[in-house]
């Protein structure tokens, strides 16, 4: 199992970015995924949810400036992120559970300035 994260960069408070989450070696349409993000001196935490069917989650700290999309065909799960706040600055990783383990991106780095 491979997840492949791209999309970070640094971008100025107010901005957007458009994260992407390639997955490998899963059945993917049935897998639900997940991005988390990890800020320097903090533990990971949850931010949106996306499953099989297409209903989504979102941690409350974001709920409205992002958005989790997946496509089947592409084996990829975005995260498009806007109205971007500097406390949005942290590691962004994608995840998903596959035969009883958790797999983890490599993560991607989103800076917000202020």
């Known amino acids: 199992v491979q997840l492949q994260a791209s999309g970070g960069g640094l971008v100025q408070a107010g901005g957007s970015l458009r994260l992407a989450c390639k997955a490998s070696g899963i059945n993917f349409s049935i897998n639900a995924m997940g991005w988390y993000r990890q800020a320097p001196g903090k533990q990971r935490e949850s931010v949106a949810l996306i499953r099989s069917g297409g209903s989504t989650n979102y941690s409350d700290s974001v709920k409205g400036r992002f958005t989790i999309s997946r496509d089947n065909v592409r084996r990829t799960v975005y995260l498009q992120m806007t109205s971007l706040k500097a406390e949005d600055t942290a590691t962004y990783f994608c995840?998903?559970?596959?035969?009883?383990?958790?797999?983890w991106g490599q993560g991607t780095l989103v800076t917000v300035s202020s």
């Open positions: 995840n998903t559970d596959h035969r009883g383990r958790t797999y």
